[in-house]
């Protein structure tokens, strides 16, 4: 490709609007241009970093046995109102009607699609197992679209879906996934950790998201750097900090706490650690009746340590919290407590609560916590002495940097991370809904098992970005760069000597399997060079009369201080094996 062939718009400054990195710097490179809040036209440069990444997404799909397909982008209500998604799934999903009055939706994913499609073409174990995917566009109506492609409202995304006869078989579609995308997020070039998730309603333990390591990122990857233990912050393991309970050796005291009613305030104020303070959370759980009346509410306590913060996601897989849970009223709290919030514990209730206990407290001693007395806090609190062992023991906290790995083998770490892909084990939970079945060996109907596997293809280039960029602009993998190299002769139009060099040169490199671009625009070399630092091109070579009188070129990398000077008859050797490495 030569440049005077193709579509360059770079801007020296972003527009007002862009919020990260990522957005700025394809704005300023041509890669995007907004047409509306969080809708796109992605430009030539941009577009060729997406075909780049779905042509590798597809050679490892079909290598591990995936079949593409395509399911359109508006499908039919009915197959959403078969799961209760149709209503279910809030204002995010966009519903249309056509000129029948007839409902739609733009799909935000395809589950219902792929499994109507399944209950009709798969019939029998003998056609089993089968992994359909595609790669296709996406709407998601994101109430506030920002960060330009990393939550944009219509996007790309490469969703696939297995079906299996049994759950062993699913399991080994999911594993067959998981290592297709390791494969996948290898020849990205990025950097990535594929950590343990959380699986929701659905339950079950298989479900990983692919996380590209990014200082911005949203979420928090915890791992151990001396094993191969990673997962995300709602489902990392808490382990309790305490190997077993001390012996009670203070007396419980009321003690006054004026106007302190945070537990760092209550440990400033007597002098001790924070992590000796316990911390009062209050939830609560309906029943309804059939009309969807509530007929009885149940108020729980959950204790952390002070230092610690409650992990809602584990709260709700404490058994009677499972089916939903919401932070209690303070009408109900000073029932049950005769307090207001800020000085509550576990000792002298008003009303019976359930009092739920990380690990960590369930092994304390001599602790403090709310006396439900407003100003006033217990000291030397004890577990069996001064008041009975908690209902539950569990789970319930966020872990922090240095607590053990919860293998045994080092220390956790946390790191800020882009989810872009994530492989999950549906079970029966769409076939049920659908009643995707097929007949087994003994010919009777049974629901297949299902996994799902997703990549954000167009949050890939923003995760890419996040993750690989300086002060002069972006810095791709040359994966998936939008072309590997540049060359760029230096008074071409001057001289025939340094045209005749550069054609040759990237006529040689094409030959030799290189994306190349000849940038024959005529710019001076301070705009050249800034516009493919901008763009992020791997390898530039410099084609100038000094240099060729010299029998030298010069290459640099686009993470180089410097360039090299490398001999003519070398560059596109030498070139090729930057591009590999």
Request: aromatic share 8%; proline share 4%; charged share 25%.
């Amino acid at each position: 490709m030569k440049a005077t062939q193709f579509f360059i718009s770079t801007l020296k400054e972003a527009p007002a609007d862009a919020e990260v990195v990522s957005h700025k710097l394809m704005m300023r490179a041509g890669m995007i241009k907004r047409l509306g809040a969080g809708i796109y036209n992605y430009m030539p440069m941009g577009l060729r970093v997406i075909r780049k990444v779905e042509a590798i997404i597809r050679e490892e799909m079909n290598r591990a046995g995936a079949i593409e397909l395509l399911m359109p982008v508006v499908q039919p209500a009915e197959l959403w109102q078969e799961t209760g998604r149709f209503d279910k799934m809030g204002p995010e999903l966009m519903r249309v009607k056509d000129r029948h009055e007839r409902d739609f939706i733009i799909q935000p994913t395809s589950e219902e699609v792929v499994t109507d499609i399944a209950r009709q073409e798969l019939r029998s174990y003998k056609q089993l197992p089968k992994n359909f995917y595609h790669i296709q566009t996406k709407f998601r109506d994101e109430r506030r679209p920002r960060f330009g492609v990393m939550r944009g409202r219509e996007f790309t995304m490469k969703d696939a879906y297995s079906f299996d006869r049994d759950e062993a078989g699913a399991a080994k579609s999911y594993d067959a996934m998981f290592a297709a995308y390791k494969r996948i997020f290898d020849r990205f070039g990025l950097e990535y950790r594929a950590v343990a998730a959380d699986t929701g309603a659905i339950g079950g333990d298989l479900s990983h998201e692919f996380q590209v390591i990014a200082e911005t990122g949203e979420d928090a990857i915890v791992y151990c750097p001396t094993s191969e233990y990673a997962a995300n912050i709602e489902l990392a393991e808490a382990v309790s900090l305490l190997a077993e309970r001390a012996a009670p050796s203070e007396a419980l005291t009321q003690t006054p706490t004026p106007g302190k009613s945070t537990c760092a305030d209550v440990a400033e104020l007597l002098g001790r650690p924070l992590a000796q303070t316990v911390k009062s959370l209050v939830l609560a759980t309906d029943e309804l009746n059939e009309a969807g009346d509530v007929v009885k509410s149940t108020v729980w306590l959950l204790l952390v340590r002070g230092d610690h913060d409650l992990n809602e996601v584990k709260a709700g897989k404490v058994e009677g919290l499972k089916g939903g849970f919401r932070f209690a009223t303070v009408a109900e709290i000073e029932e049950h407590f005769g307090c207001k919030p800020g000085y509550l514990g576990p000792i002298g209730l008003k009303k019976p609560v359930k009092i739920v206990a990380d690990r960590t407290v369930a092994n304390m001693a001599d602790f403090i916590c709310g006396a439900n007395e407003v100003d006033f806090h217990l000291t030397g609190v004890n577990w069996g002495r001064d008041l009975p062992e908690p209902d539950v023991v569990a789970d319930i906290r966020n872990v922090v940097e240095g607590n053990p790995s919860p293998d045994g083998q080092g220390v956790l770490a946390i790191q800020r991370g882009i989810e872009v892909g994530h492989v999950f084990f549906l079970g029966t939970k769409y076939s049920k809904a659908m009643n995707a079945t097929f007949l087994d060996e003994k010919g009777k109907p049974a629901l297949m098992q299902m996994g799902c596997y997703g990549i954000g293809v167009t949050r890939i280039l923003g995760a890419a970005i996040e993750q690989n960029h300086d002060a002069r602009g972006i810095i791709w993998p040359a994966s998936i760069a939008p072309f590997q190299a540049v060359v760029c002769p230096i008074g071409m139009d001057r001289s025939e000597a340094v045209k005749e060099a550069a054609h040759k040169l990237y006529e040689e490199l094409q030959a030799a399997g290189v994306d190349v671009l000849l940038d024959d625009r005529g710019e001076r070399p301070g705009a050249m060079f800034a516009d493919w630092e901008l763009i992020g091109v791997p390898v530039r070579v410099v084609v100038s009369d000094r240099g060729l009188k010299e029998g030298q070129l010069e290459v640099q990398g686009r993470r180089d201080a410097e360039a090299s000077k490398v001999a003519v008859a070398d560059v596109g050797a030498f070139v090729k094996a930057r591009l590999s490495v």
